[in-house]
């Protein structure tokens, strides 16, 4: 897709705040730190669009990014930062899980992960709570650029068997930095629209 409008619209923690209409949506899930928002920036060629801190945690609500008018990228908050507190973290899960059971527009889901490191136990669960939903996924195995490319297959291939990924379920090696990957996820997307 060539993106020509990229923008914030809102950002929601309850579904009457949510935008409404009928545009498709594609929600985007990670931890703390994984790179969603250098994904989202990439994606939408911006970059400062969706704003990336030196501190994980940040994102504390659902942004809706309205894109070419057509499509909504939703950015949930990342998971499996310590420095939150419980009760926090259960109102995010609250909220993200609310989002995820109960909204007819969300068509996949993009689970981003680090190649370089095995999916952690919160991927697994965000990854198993999708199929138990039967909620697509698109797994973007992210910072791509940061290890060998003769390294990629072996790398994809521990983030396979970790996340125990379904067969119709995509994945992508994908670099921020490199914008490789960036191609076949918008085509993955699109096909979900």
Not at 8 to 33: F, H, M
Not at 126 to 145: E, Q, R, S
Not at 177 to 188: Q, R
Request: charged fraction near 25%.
């Amino acid at each position: 897709m060539k993106v020509t409008s990229s923008e914030i619209i809102i950002s929601a923690v309850k579904p009457d705040q949510y935008p409404e209409g009928t545009l498709p949506e594609i929600a985007l899930a990670g931890r703390s730190n994984v790179g969603k928002s250098s994904f989202i920036n990439k994606m939408l060629n911006r970059k400062g669009l969706a704003r990336i801190s030196s501190k994980p945690g940040k994102t504390q609500t659902l942004n809706f990014y309205l894109i070419n008018e057509i499509l909504h990228f939703v950015d949930v908050p990342g998971y499996g930062y310590a420095k939150v507190s419980k009760k926090e973290r259960e109102a995010w899960g609250k909220m993200i899980e609310t989002y995820l059971t109960s909204r007819d527009q969300l068509k996949a889901v993009v689970l981003i992960t680090d190649l370089r490191h095995p999916p952690t136990n919160d991927d697994v669960m965000m990854y198993d709570f999708l199929k138990y939903y039967d909620i697509p996924c698109i797994v973007i195995a992210t910072k791509a650029d940061k290890i060998p490319k003769g390294k990629w297959q072996k790398h994809l291939k521990v983030t396979e068997q970790t996340l125990d990924v379904d067969p119709e379920d995509t994945m992508i090696i994908f670099s921020s930095e490199t914008g490789e990957g960036k191609d076949k996820a918008w085509s993955v997307i699109e096909s979900y629209m």
